[in-house]
DNA sequence: GCTCCGTTGAAAATGAATTTCAATTTAATC
DNA sequence: GATTAAATTGAAATTCATTTTCAACGGAGC
């Protein structure tokens, strides 16, 4: 099971990092991959104190930091002013459709477009380390209501 | 001359709108104008105080943010924590490549990308209404160094 | 000039992200 | 199981950019 991999990604990464596997990064982890995509510290935090309503804002906000710096999370800003951390799977890569609206995030990808961004930053003497594309506008469902 | 057009543009503007023409808003956009884009608040108001000591933070953000609302300029963040504003030729539409050593900034567009943007959003079911691509890589100098 | 009302600038407030620090917990070692 | 060194936790404080407040000021119509 994907999750299970996952779990234990972290915790080898912890031991690689001498750093200590707790009940507090356990719970955090076991609730991001639960929880779905696209969640805000401020979310994820207040999901988890419905379970264990004695964690804290910095440690689920360390946690998350410590996700993207093991290759579990990848950190996104959507524009409302929060950072948003979307579980990922390694080697993919997906963009954003954002409606304006309703906030539904739908992801996608198009390797047709990855192929013209190449070319174009190649044109440019670039060499791309990695890129964000993100559609904004309205939804099937907002666009009919 | 474009930047004549554009403070006209401007004027124009706060007039529609019942506002009133000051000499602090008038400088700022000429600074704006003046300094090239992609620039953050803080950048600007340091330029602005070169000139004009007295000026204050909170008039070059409201004024800044008044660009944008009259769409002579852009908001945009490119993920150093910073808000920046680059000046909009109408109906224009650009990208953006990012040096991530050196935070250059290279413009680009390519009707190709967009193109596929649409058909993308489109079989989503999403009507598109606008977008943000950016490709962080190493440019030319950074990368020969 | 007078008056109304928008604007300014300094300071305070906000909001998210991050850090501090004393108390606690982990895990390696005895 | 006890000891110990080092990492972790959670509450509170701090930081940093952004935004708002408010009293003094200034623009524009009368």
Redesign the pocket.
């Known amino acids: 099971m994907l999750k299970a991999k996952t779990k234990n990604e972290f915790k080898d990464y912890?031991l690689a990092q001498?750093?200590?596997?707790?009940?507090?990064?356990e719970l955090i982890l076991e609730e991001f991959l639960r929880a779905g995509s696209h969640l805000?510290?401020?979310e994820l935090y207040l999901r988890l104190r419905k379970k264990?309503p004695?964690?804290?804002?910095?440690?689920v906000?360390?946690?998350l930091?410590l996700f993207s710096e093991c290759g579990i999370a990848e950190r996104r800003h959507f524009g409302d002013?929060?950072?948003r951390y979307e579980a990922c799977a390694r080697d993919e890569h997906h963009d954003h459709l954002i409606c304006v609206d309703c906030g539904k995030i739908v992801e996608f990808e198009d390797p047709r477009i990855e192929k013209l961004q190449d070319e174009v930053a190649c044109s440019n003497g670039f060499a791309i380390e990695r890129h964000r594309l993100e559609l904004y506008g309205h939804c099937q469902d907002c666009r009919s209501k």
Request: without cysteine; hydrophobic residues 20%.
């Open positions: 912890l001498g750093l200590k596997s707790t009940s507090q990064r805000s510290t401020e264990q004695r964690i804290g804002y910095a440690t906000h360390r946690t930091k002013g929060q950072a």
